[in-house]
């Protein structure tokens, strides 16, 4: 056969310039007024809902200056309820970690009887408040509970302790890398995850190597959330924790306590703590967006 | 490696999406499957792979039984029409990892794997594009590197699944005549999925036609197409005039008209139906034995001809298609009359006339929901 002139298949793809189209179109645009009202109505919004509490939170706690904040910071209870929150996230969030990315993974990669069941199981600690979430612990392991008698027999601790609150933050925070994560793969489907298997890859190398590398941003991005929750949960954990000072505080309980005594400016000391945690979540994330943007995207785009 | 496929039946929930599918496939073939949507052909390519397992039935590799097999134990190539490239690796990383993920003790070592990763990118003409990641690819250098690295592993066997189906024409036709010389020169058994009957014909040695999970036809490209089994086959390979008529002592009469064939076809006296390819009618003299047309509007497309005309006696439109040399089909005008003979055609008795219908492909695992992603937080 003749080679034609040109093979079609073997061409580059042609290159498209990489600047942000911006839009400049009568039918698809809002008249100059319209649109600064509305950018205006926005920005007020944000400031008097979001950025004006924040700031007083900071200006609150340092009203009697740097001394004191510190003096706030460093008292034992504090410290502790510090050391607790971080305790309960470092052991909920590598736990959902595993449980959600196996979640995902079971739910978007393969077909089962009862999979939309598993679906709204997952969904159910975002659908029920906290505070019942964290009854439903008490109901188990309380006194009274199913398995309250048989724990006490074992001299084991777990409501007003610090496996109370742990298992209530894990509940809490169980359903944000998995709803993180479950659209992502869904999107991607199963072509890649099949092409490995059929190039020989056992189901291990097919998730490390194909799966893992494909959802790696998405799961970051669920581990900051997950993590921020897991620092800031009230509800649940009030109710398993007992509220026992230097033992069974976390952060927002400790602040709630020291707000309901009067000493306001420990509460809001504890309170920037607990928000600068927050605004370095939201940092990172931020800046892993703007770094790795493109890569988001792609991933996203299929 | 020659392929056995013994009485395949697999369905998704109520439906059958293989009916009993038997098929003998010769060590080096390329054939391919075609078929409408619906019509079991990716089901039966996925199964091959082991990436459907059969209801019943039994698929032999070299008169070996694969059920106990799975996918990553079959050394098949498979190729997906999206491609399914690893988008986090470069072409390199990608064609290599076949022979990466094997065994240590099966494993060639690191330079034995980059000179061969290198040679099967030679083989694909991508040479120097190694280190690029797929996003910086062209559909159809995607799909090369794909083919690549599915020949990697050194398959037993080649699948395809519509490898050109996401390209356009040009590319298509490009890599289409690339993939048969790729072919002859590496002599891997092939079987590709298609539902474009063109590229079946042109590419394949021989073509499996299949209709609602059972195979219609299985013969050469020349056999399907100038002889084909079944109405089916007929109407799905090209398009087709059907004419009522009446096969009686081996003579061949079509209602209505004053048309009578010497038929050596033995076929049953009875009503039938008559099969003819547009192109397979002859405008022919007047007292010829034919029946007489009123072209409708004349078409030209490329190097045809297209009538479409309606029948005298009974109004129906026929299609005809004459070569723009054939002198017949020189200053056609609306409105005029000619008298059409069928040169070839097939019969079929009438009973077994069935429409050609189409159902959508049921693969509940490789249809990802498309639902908009909300955001959290």
Same mark, same amino acid.
């Given at each position: 056969?003749?080679?034609?002139?040109?093979?079609?298949?073997?061409?580059?793809?042609?290159?498209?310039?990489?600047?942000?189209?911006?839009?400049?179109?009568?039918?698809?645009?809002?008249?100059?007024?319209?649109?600064?009202?509305?950018?205006?109505?926005?920005?007020?919004?944000?400031?008097?809902?979001?950025?004006?509490?924040?700031?007083?939170?900071?200006?609150?706690?340092?009203?009697?200056?740097?001394?004191?904040?510190?003096?706030?910071?460093?008292?034992?209870?504090?410290?502790?309820?510090?050391?607790?929150?971080?305790?309960?996230?470092?052991?909920?969030?590598?736990?959902?970690?595993?449980?959600?990315?196996?979640?995902?993974?079971?739910?978007?990669?393969?077909?089962?009887?009862?999979?939309?069941?598993?679906?709204?199981?997952?969904?159910?600690?975002?659908?029920?408040?906290?505070?019942?979430?964290?009854?439903?612990?008490?109901?188990?392991?309380?006194?009274?509970?199913?398995?309250?008698?048989?724990?006490?027999?074992?001299?084991?601790?777990?409501?007003?302790?610090?496996?109370?609150?742990?298992?209530?933050?894990?509940?809490?925070?169980?359903?944000?890398?998995?709803?993180?994560?479950?659209?992502?793969?869904?999107?991607?489907?199963?072509?890649?995850?099949?092409?490995?298997?059929?190039?020989?890859?056992?189901?291990?190398?097919?998730?490390?190597?194909?799966?893992?590398?494909?959802?790696?941003?998405?799961?970051?991005?669920?581990?900051?959330?997950?993590?921020?929750?897991?620092?800031?949960?009230?509800?649940?954990?009030?109710?398993?924790?007992?509220?026992?000072?230097?033992?069974?505080?976390?952060?927002?309980?400790?602040?709630?306590?020291?707000?309901?005594?009067?000493?306001?400016?420990?509460?809001?000391?504890?309170?920037?703590?607990?928000?600068?945690?927050?605004?370095?979540?939201?940092?990172?994330?931020?800046?892993?967006?703007?770094?790795?943007?493109?890569?988001?995207?792609?991933?996203?785009?299929? | 490696?020659?392929?056995?496929?013994?009485?395949?039946?697999?369905?998704?929930?109520?439906?059958?999406?293989?009916?009993?599918?038997?098929?003998?496939?010769?060590?080096?073939?390329?054939?391919?499957?075609?078929?409408?949507?619906?019509?079991?052909?990716?089901?039966?390519?996925?199964?091959?792979?082991?990436?459907?397992?059969?209801?019943?039935?039994?698929?032999?590799?070299?008169?070996?039984?694969?059920?106990?097999?799975?996918?990553?134990?079959?050394?098949?190539?498979?190729?997906?029409?999206?491609?399914?490239?690893?988008?986090?690796?470069?072409?390199?990383?990608?064609?290599?990892?076949?022979?990466?993920?094997?065994?240590?003790?099966?494993?060639?070592?690191?330079?034995?794997?980059?000179?061969?990763?290198?040679?099967?990118?030679?083989?694909?003409?991508?040479?120097?594009?190694?280190?690029?990641?797929?996003?910086?690819?062209?559909?159809?250098?995607?799909?090369?590197?794909?083919?690549?690295?599915?020949?990697?592993?050194?398959?037993?066997?080649?699948?395809? !699944?519509?490898?050109? %189906? =996401?390209? &356009?024409?040009? /590319? $298509?036709?490009?890599?289409? #005549?690339?993939?048969? *010389?790729?072919?002859?020169?590496?002599?891997?058994?092939?079987?590709?999925?298609?539902?474009?009957?063109?590229?079946?014909?042109?590419?394949?040695?021989?073509?499996?036609?299949?209709?609602?999970?059972?195979?219609?036809?299985?013969?050469?490209?020349?056999?399907?197409?100038?002889?084909?089994?079944?109405?089916?086959?007929?109407?799905?390979?090209?398009?087709?005039?059907?004419?009522?008529?009446?096969?009686?002592?081996?003579?061949?009469?079509?209602?209505?008209?004053?048309?009578?064939?010497?038929?050596?076809? !033995?076929?049953?006296? %009875? =009503?039938? &139906?008559?099969? /003819? $390819?547009?192109?397979?009618? #002859?405008?022919?003299? *007047?007292?010829?034995?034919?029946?007489?047309?009123?072209?409708?509007?004349?078409?030209?497309?490329?190097?045809?001809?297209?009538?479409?005309?309606?029948?005298?006696?009974?109004?129906?439109?026929?299609?005809?298609?004459?070569?723009?040399?054939?002198?017949?089909?020189?200053?056609?005008?609306?409105?005029?009359?000619?008298?059409?003979?069928?040169?070839?055609?097939?019969?079929?008795?009438?009973?077994?006339?069935?429409?050609?219908?189409?159902?959508?492909?049921?693969?509940?695992?490789?249809?990802?929901?498309?639902?908009?992603?909300?955001?959290?937080?």
């Amino acid at each position: 056969m003749s080679n034609p002139a040109t093979d079609y298949s073997l061409q580059d793809p042609p290159k498209i310039p990489f600047e942000p189209l911006i839009e400049r179109n009568s039918s698809i645009s809002e008249p100059t007024w319209v649109r600064w009202s509305l950018i205006f109505v926005a920005i007020l919004f944000l400031a008097l809902f979001l950025l004006l509490p924040l700031i007083s939170v900071f200006t609150e706690a340092l009203r009697n200056g740097l001394g004191p904040y510190f003096a706030a910071i460093v008292e034992p209870d504090a410290l502790s309820s510090i050391k607790l929150t971080l305790i309960a996230a470092a052991i909920a969030v590598p736990l959902n970690l595993a449980l959600g990315v196996s979640a995902a993974w079971c739910i978007t990669k393969f077909e089962f009887r009862g999979k939309s069941l598993l679906i709204s199981l997952i969904d159910l600690p975002f659908s029920v408040s906290p505070v019942v979430a964290g009854l439903i612990y008490v109901l188990i392991f309380g006194r009274q509970g199913y398995l309250g008698p048989w724990v006490m027999d074992h001299d084991i601790k777990i409501l007003f302790a610090v496996p109370g609150i742990v298992l209530a933050t894990i509940f809490v925070t169980f359903p944000f890398i998995a709803r993180e994560l479950i659209p992502l793969m869904q999107e991607q489907g199963t072509d890649s995850e099949q092409a490995a298997l059929s190039l020989g890859a056992n189901g291990w190398q097919t998730f490390w190597h194909v799966t893992l590398p494909n959802i790696k941003w998405g799961l970051l991005y669920g581990v900051l959330l997950c993590n921020a929750r897991a620092m800031g949960e009230f509800g649940a954990v009030s109710v398993v924790s007992g509220h026992i000072r230097g033992e069974t505080n976390t952060m927002p309980l400790q602040i709630e306590i020291l707000y309901n005594e009067y000493s306001f400016s420990a509460a809001f000391a504890v309170a920037s703590l607990l928000a600068g945690l927050a605004l370095v979540t939201l940092g990172v994330k931020s800046f892993l967006e703007w770094r790795y943007g493109d890569e988001l995207a792609a991933g996203r785009k299929h | 490696m020659d392929i056995q496929i013994r009485d395949i039946y697999k369905g998704f929930g109520s439906f059958p999406a293989l009916r009993g599918a038997n098929l003998d496939i010769r060590s080096g073939e390329l054939i391919a499957l075609l078929g409408p949507s619906g019509s079991g052909k990716t089901t039966l390519l996925r199964t091959i792979a082991g990436l459907e397992f059969p209801d019943a039935g039994q698929i032999l590799f070299g008169g070996v039984d694969t059920a106990p097999l799975p996918v990553s134990e079959r050394r098949v190539g498979f190729v997906f029409q999206h491609y399914a490239l690893f988008k986090h690796m470069t072409v390199l990383d990608n064609i290599t990892f076949g022979l990466r993920v094997r065994k240590s003790k099966n494993r060639p070592d690191k330079d034995a794997i980059r000179k061969r990763a290198l040679e099967l990118l030679d083989l694909v003409q991508l040479s120097g594009l190694e280190k690029r990641y797929p996003a910086q690819l062209s559909g159809g250098q995607r799909q090369r590197v794909a083919l690549a690295r599915a020949l990697a592993i050194e398959p037993s066997v080649l699948l395809l !699944d519509e490898p050109f %189906g =996401a390209l &356009d024409a040009k /590319v $298509r036709k490009d890599l289409r #005549r690339w993939l048969r *010389e790729l072919h002859d020169k590496t002599g891997v058994t092939t079987i590709f999925v298609t539902h474009d009957q063109e590229e079946a014909l042109e590419l394949a040695d021989r073509v499996v036609v299949m209709n609602r999970g059972s195979i219609e036809q299985v013969g050469s490209t020349s056999d399907v197409y100038e002889r084909p089994a079944t109405p089916f086959v007929f109407d799905f390979l090209g398009s087709v005039n059907v004419f009522p008529g009446t096969v009686k002592d081996r003579k061949l009469s079509i209602d209505g008209a004053n048309v009578t064939l010497d038929t050596d076809n !033995d076929h049953a006296a %009875g =009503a039938v &139906d008559i099969y /003819v $390819r547009p192109h397979d009618l #002859r405008v022919v003299e *007047e007292g010829s034995s034919g029946f007489d047309v009123t072209i409708k509007t004349v078409q030209r497309t490329g190097a045809i001809v297209r009538l479409i005309t309606q029948l005298k006696h009974n109004k129906e439109i026929v299609e005809v298609e004459l070569a723009h040399l054939d002198p017949q089909a020189i200053n056609r005008k609306v409105g005029e009359s000619i008298r059409l003979q069928p040169a070839i055609y097939g019969l079929f008795p009438r009973a077994s006339h069935d429409s050609v219908r189409t159902l959508p492909d049921v693969d509940p695992l490789a249809v990802p929901e498309h639902r908009e992603r909300g955001r959290l937080g």
